[in-house]
């Protein structure tokens, strides 16, 4: 009898604390969901020159759930403070704000860490990679490759929309193929969402390089160094991989469900959003079970922080000389938070072919320009298959390779098996595939769900169809 109520108090305990819980992250929707919108309002407004109205209706348009709010969403942009502000029903209100050479960060009230913008010209600086195409946009004269692109663009009859913005397609380094959305162009910087993952995965490689960060041995974050704190075993390995462990929930999916996990508090409601995935418990043994979050990279990015001298202007200074500028990447934006740490995990904007710039240098095994920017074997490493990784993810990069439900399922639908790519929400694509020396960049605000949504699947079967070797053959005859 005892053991029967200890249980029945045990369980009605733990259901009281997770419905407690709930109405704890229920209260946190409204500022989640118009702190989202408000944040990317603000960085395509003024640093990618966008109309307001056609980023807000295009984005909640691509996020599952969310037209069932929108009709109660207000937005505000002050276009001589350079801020933007946006209301649900009353119970939220966000408020993002832009610094000229830093994009723009959400203002929760709290101290804003000042930085100073690093004073070097990426634009003027000597490249490294040789140039990937002239001054004007470049079209192709394959026409399978033009109809290709003509695809991509093109309206299904019925919605969803694609609303693709920008691809560049680059074959043996140079521009083969391009093409923009009305009102973009190859100077558009373009928000990457979670392709920016990527690129602190980059950055965490050159720093392996370096000697100042170690892959396999205990990530160097402060809150973890007690001796019985069991969150010592986290590696950058893990980190990476997104096998730290810790309680933050998902980030697989933008959607009006994801506003409830912790992770998203984090990003929306937090000013020091390292600080608090870095006080996070885990939830399971690290390296013991795969869980995509955003936590993971954001606690990278302040490592990296750490490592190129502790300050925000450290960080970007080190972006700019030791990655941006090797590769010509001259328009780029990494976005930082109220206390000066990269939201890394998904706040870079760059024009399509900086993007494609970074495709690059992971198709050429790291070298640009004969000199070696990331580690001998990191690219390598970047793709290798995750253990229990369901979409084929690899450290820092979606992976074809291995034997996960992702990757075969991307193989059946024409992508080349040693394809890997960096991946954003709302279909940001940059895929390399070595064996048909292609970088394939795809941008837009296509919607979550359905997997053929953005086109991409069709884009990338189009392309290797009409560049490979056996379409050149074709067309010699």
């Avoid at 118009?34 to 309002?41: Q, S």
């Avoid at 984005?59 to 933007?84: C, F, N």
């Avoid at 003509?150 to 929309?161: I, L, S, T, V």
């Avoid at 302040?302 to 010509?328: C, I, N, S, W, Y």
Wanted: net charge neutral; aromatic share 8%; proline share 5%.
């Amino acid at each position: 009898m005892f053991r029967r109520n200890l249980l029945l108090i045990l369980a009605t305990t733990t259901a009281l604390g997770a419905l407690a819980l709930s109405a704890a992250r229920a209260r946190d929707v409204p500022k989640i969901a118009t702190g989202f919108v408000a944040n990317i309002l603000c960085s395509e407004t003024f640093v990618s020159g966008q109309q307001p109205d056609r980023i807000f209706r295009e984005t909640t348009a691509a996020m599952p759930g969310v037209s069932l709010i929108t009709w109660a969403m207000d937005y505000h942009v002050d276009r001589a403070r350079k801020e933007t502000t946006v209301t649900l029903l009353g119970l939220g209100r966000s408020h993002a704000v832009y610094r000229e050479g830093l994009g723009c960060y959400l203002d929760h009230g709290s101290a804003v860490a000042d930085i100073s913008v690093p004073s070097i010209d990426v634009r003027s600086s000597q490249a490294l990679l040789p140039d990937i195409a002239g001054p004007s946009v470049v079209t192709s004269a394959n026409p399978q490759l033009a109809a290709a692109l003509d695809r991509a663009f093109a309206e299904p009859e019925q919605p969803p929309k694609r609303a693709t913005k920008a691809i560049v397609v680059l074959r043996d380094g140079r521009v083969v193929a391009e093409r923009y959305a009305e009102g973009y162009g190859i100077d558009t910087p373009i928000l990457g969402f979670s392709a920016t993952k990527s690129v602190i995965s980059a950055l965490t490689g050159i720093l392996v390089r370096k000697g100042a960060l170690t892959l396999d041995q205990s990530a160097p974050v402060a809150a973890w160094q007690g001796a019985d704190d069991p969150r010592r075993a986290i590696t950058v390995d893990h980190l990476l991989r997104h096998t730290a462990g810790l309680a933050l929930g998902s980030s697989l999916q933008a959607s009006l469900g994801s506003v409830f996990e912790p992770v998203n508090r984090m990003k929306f409601m937090e000013s020091d959003m390292a600080a608090f995935a870095e006080s996070v418990q885990l939830e399971t043994l690290p390296g013991s079970h795969w869980n995509y979050n955003d936590g993971n990279t954001v606690i990278l990015s302040h490592l990296v922080r750490d490592a190129a001298g502790g300050k925000a202007a450290d960080m970007l200074r080190f972006a700019q000389t030791e990655l941006f500028a090797p590769l010509g990447m001259r328009n780029v934006t990494i976005e930082l938070d109220a206390a000066g740490n990269a939201e890394g995990s998904s706040q870079m904007l760059a024009t399509a072919r900086d993007w494609a710039r970074f495709g690059q240098l992971y198709l050429n095994d790291g070298v640009a320009g004969g000199k070696r920017i990331l580690p001998e074997g990191w690219v390598k490493y970047s793709a290798s298959p995750t253990s229990n990784a369901w979409v084929g993810m690899g450290a820092g990069f979606w992976t074809n390779l291995g034997d996960s439900f992702g990757a075969n399922y991307r193989s059946q639908h024409g992508w080349p098996r040693d394809a890997f790519f960096a991946k954003g929400t709302m279909g940001q694509y940059v895929i390399i595939i070595p064996s048909e020396k292609l970088v394939i960049v795809r941008l837009g605000r296509s919607p979550n769900g359905p997997p053929e949504a953005d086109g991409v699947f069709r884009l990338v079967a189009d392309v290797v169809a009409a560049t490979g070797d056996k379409a050149k053959l074709a067309r010699s005859k």
